[in-house]
């Protein structure tokens, strides 16, 4: 099990936000990312993850191995904390949902509705739909938002978890989750420069306007 | 994709989903054209099928934009793309369940809704029958359009804008299906086409649909 990214480039819409982005994580490895707002976190996550895709280069993942968390839990309002989690579990295929439950305490909510949670409790049920997924790479965009001080460091011992059984784990966070090895990698680095724009099919036809 | 089913058919139904908000519409739009043009049964009777139709197309387009749009908030749509399933399952899936919530009790109403607008007794059959074939070439051509606008802020209109010319020749042909029983002639040329048309819908709508969806959420 290995994600190895080579030279890759992404974008965010038009915008070129990353270049020459290089990795390898292993089995066992958190790689966390680290870089000021707007430098390409979320961005570098979400093309690993194949939903937009690359520029340029190759990501090279096993297929079916990726499991993606991002600013938005994918929570239905109107469904109760298991059957949110049952939901899940039944499309990647997992059975039991009891784990979940367990790992963040979410038992005692489970019949509750989840538009009557709060902001860290759907953070929780979010993160909680990692383990039904049985994905070995998980890709977690700013995991940490909303959560109290315990609820972070049970997290980090699901992540460690996670590791210890040979998976991988990519974050994009600025708090320190005590994971042991964990690696890090400032992206702002390979911050792409010059041109700009993804398409020059017009700039081209405008390009003397400026002496006109 | 069973799951995915599920929970849109569980969603559509808790409060807050949507479902009865088009059969209501229906209803209300049917029942405004007698008030409209007058009770004289032998206009109504003339122009029952197409009014139906038209009904039950307008009653389809309402709901719509929740298709993509409500998970594409919430975030589920990221999350079922990264999930083992093909998009164009999730496609489909969605168009079924849109179909199963809304074109299907807009078929069971429209025979009761014929009597308020003295549809010819013949025609009860035939206007029950275009609906059950014609409706899901509405769902799932909505659904190109709902995976087009994904992701556009009051994306309602446009899509209603875009769907609609889409939705002529199902209308034609769905309309005529009913109108040549009731004056007499044999309508299996247009039931056929009618048939072909949602066939065609259902073969490539979720490749389209799809391709729409993944462009949108880069």
Redesign the interface.
Known sequence: MELKVSNLGC?R?ELRVLAGVCFTAGSGTALILRGPNGSGKTTLL?TL?????PDEGVVDVPP?S??????????????TVA?NLR??A????HDSIEDALDMFGLRPLADRQAQHLSAGQKRRLGLS?LLV?GRSIWLLDEPTVSLDTDSVAIFGRMVGGHLEQGGIAILATHIDLGLDGAETLDISRFRATGDDHANPFLDEGFADWGDA | M???M??DL??AL????GFGLSLAFFLIVVMFVPFGVGPESGVLARIAPGILWIGALLSCLLSLDRIFQL?Y????L????????PMEGIVAMKALAHWLTTGLPLTLAAPVLGFLLSLPSQGYLWIFLSLAVGTPALSFLGTFGAAITVGLKRGGLLLSLLVLPLYIPTLIFGAQSVTLVVEGQSNTSAFLILAAISLFTFALIPFAAARALRVN??
């Open positions: 974008r819409g979400r993850a194949g939903l937009a895709p079916d990726i499991a993606y968390a991002g600013h938005s839990d994918g929570i239905k309002a109107q469904l059957e939901f899940w039944d499309v990647f295929g739909r997924t | 069973i799951a995915l599920k929970r569980q969603l808790r409060s807050g989903g998970d908030e919430d975030g589920s990221d999350l079922l793309t990264t999930a083992p399933l959420l880069r």
